[in-house]
């Protein structure tokens, strides 16, 4: 074992885990313990909420990814025999385009799967932007992969994103328009108030933090339209940080600004509710605390 502790007093699994392991990010917690290394008692659990109690023996297996395979811009969060949850870092498409067919997360975690799954393949459920860093779902066979987008709207429970936009903004809102996809390479969507033949989009904002400057919204979508929320914080004049597409003067962070922050989902085939959180990026919050 690679690590091995013996609890002094009660406690919650994950809660311990972080305080144990606090030279990891909280996402890199998770998952050790969702992909099986922690043992507790002599037997492999995956339950964040387990209750500890004094005596209890809590242990951490090694490695169990090959030390060779090396994922670049991609970790993986939480992992069964069904699917992925893993965090993509901002540069990195979700899938190759016709210009960008290395850099991808999809061709990282096949190489993961080919080398420690050889049977397995790997499925599209959703995507993000290139600049957009975050939360990812991953199907493991075509049966979870149909189930979960033939049932979006009805799985998905939550869908949050942090968006650091430019500007003061005083209150939280709702935003809601009808989205058309322009033409030319661009491919700029473009926000409409009256129903022009468009998709409906819907978004939910709260202010987080707020400064003269910017402020950090905790942003819900009540539908997924391409582009959404950027282009509605364009449409309430507090465009997204760093994207000159859609109205930003401002790229402090030399990245866009959007973070998909934390998805609740039904897994096909447990019938369980799954909700994952990631860390606020650091780079957003020093545009606060500095």
């Known amino acids: 074992m690679a690590n091995e502790w013996r609890i002094n007093e009660q406690d919650e ?3 311990f885990l972080y305080k144990a392991l606090s030279g990891k990010s909280r996402n890199s917690v998770k998952s050790i313990l969702s992909r099986g290394q922690v043992v507790l008692n002599g037997k492999v659990t995956t339950q964040f909420n387990e209750k500890l109690q004094p005596g209890d023996k809590v242990q951490i297996k090694n490695r169990v990814v090959p030390e060779d395979v090396k994922l670049r811009g991609v970790e993986i969060v ?4 069904d699917l992925m949850v893993v965090e993509k870092a901002a540069g990195l498409l979700t899938i190759a385009t016709d210009t960008e067919k290395q850099a991808t ?4 975690l096949t190489y993961y799967l080919r080398r420690t799954q050889p049977k397995r393949q790997l499925f599209i459920v959703h995507r993000l932007d290139r600049d957009t860093s975050g939360l990812l779902i991953f199907a493991k066979n075509k049966e979870t992969q149909q ?10 429970k939550e869908r949050t994103y942090l968006a650091l936009v430019e500007g003061h903004v005083a209150k939280d809102g709702t935003i809601s328009s009808w989205l058309t996809e322009g033409k030319g390479p661009a491919h700029k969507m473009h926000s409409s108030q009256k129903d022009n033949g468009g998709k ?4 939910h904002y709260k202010v987080a933090k707020a400064s003269r400057d910017m402020s950090l919204l905790e942003v819900n979508l009540e539908t997924g339209r391409k582009n959404q ?4 914080m ?6 997204v940080v760093g994207d000159k597409k859609y109205g930003a003067r401002l790229n402090p962070l030399r990245r866009l600004g959007l973070h998909a922050y934390a998805i609740s ?25 500095g």
């Open 229 to 232: 929320i950027r282009v509605h």
């Open 78 to 81: 939480y992992e069964d025999e």
């Open 105 to 108: 997360a999809y061709r990282e």
């Open 200 to 203: 409906k989009a819907i978004t």
């Open 147 to 156: 189930a979960l987008q033939n049932a979006w709207k009805e799985n998905v």
């Open 234 to 239: 364009q449409d309430i004049g507090h465009p």
């Open 13 to 15: 699994l994950l809660k």
């Open 265 to 289: 989902f039904v897994h096909p085939k447990t019938g369980k509710t799954l909700r994952f959180e990631s860390d606020v990026p650091k780079d957003f919050l020093k545009m606060f605390f």
